[in-house]
């Protein structure tokens, strides 16, 4: 594989995943892209979920771990913490609990390579448990461009799919606000979309998604008020907001979903 597309920092908050995070490791160590660095940001588990890491880390000096002091109560700061920490010119966001294609990263550098992009997503499917998944091999990958319009109308870039320029995300960070806990990344999405032409998103699952009894995606009902929170605060570049269009994008963000993630599980 040629690996002239520059160093990737992975970066991955972590909180009690001790259940989890030895197959997301496995899945980042089994790629065939080879250069990367993964920041594992340990949120003040209390389970064990450092001790796993740390034997990951000993075996591997591509991994380490940043303990924080105090829990954030979301994922937003510890990836900030984690952009901040990259080493890389690209940065790839997975959360501890997912589960990545053996040629993902592969891919995602080939596309960004020839498109020009700065910002790459993937299809995901969604899964329970781990036997659940089938690697199939990539082909026939049609490329998708994501605009800004597109992305207001419903959220279509996976947050653990992603690969992008590291200055993306230090220009655009996550906001921490815990009202936006589960929609920081639409959010954080929507701004760097706006300032870009347009993102590519492969048409390929590449992204296993664990699905998890009790998780805040798994709310309809709380994602439509905290996508209404988020589209209702949202200042665009000219300094307006969205004003009676946040209701007409919450309905399709609603509409979509009900399809994608419930009768097909994927996105």
């Not at 307006?240 to 009900?258: E, P």
Request: proline share 4%; hydrophobic share 35%; charged share 25%.
């Amino acid at each position: 594989m040629n690996e002239s597309g520059g160093l990737i920092s992975i970066i991955m908050p972590s909180y009690n995943a001790k259940n989890f995070i030895g197959p997301t490791i496995e899945s980042v160590l089994s790629q065939s892209y080879k250069n990367w660095e993964l920041i594992v940001i340990d949120d003040c588990s209390t389970d064990g979920t450092p001790e796993i890491v740390n034997t990951y880390a000993a075996r591997d000096e591509r991994i380490r771990q940043i303990k924080l002091e105090h829990n954030h109560g979301a994922p937003a700061a510890p990836r900030n913490i984690g952009v901040r920490a990259a080493q890389g010119e690209w940065v790839a966001l997975l959360d501890s609990d997912d589960i990545w294609h053996p040629r993902k990263l592969e891919f995602q550098m080939k596309h960004l390579s020839e498109s020009g992009a700065e910002f790459c997503s993937t299809q995901m499917r969604d899964f329970i448990n781990t036997d659940d998944i089938e690697f199939t091999e990539p082909n026939n990958i049609s490329i998708e461009k994501i605009t800004f319009q597109r992305q207001l109308r419903r959220y279509r870039t996976p947050t653990s799919s992603i690969v992008m320029k590291k200055k993306l995300l230090e220009s655009n960070p996550f906001n921490e606000d815990l009202r936006y806990k589960a929609r920081e990344d639409f959010d954080c999405w929507l701004r760097i979309h706006e300032r870009i032409d347009h993102s590519i998103k492969l048409g390929f699952p590449f992204l296993h998604y664990r699905l998890v009894q009790g998780q805040i995606s798994g709310s309809k009902i709380t994602m439509a008020k905290r996508t209404l929170l988020v589209l209702g605060e949202y200042k665009l570049v000219s300094g307006k907001q969205l004003g009676w269009r946040k209701y007409l994008y919450v309905f399709t963000h609603i509409a979509y979903s009900l399809y994608y993630r419930i009768l097909k599980k994927a996105l």
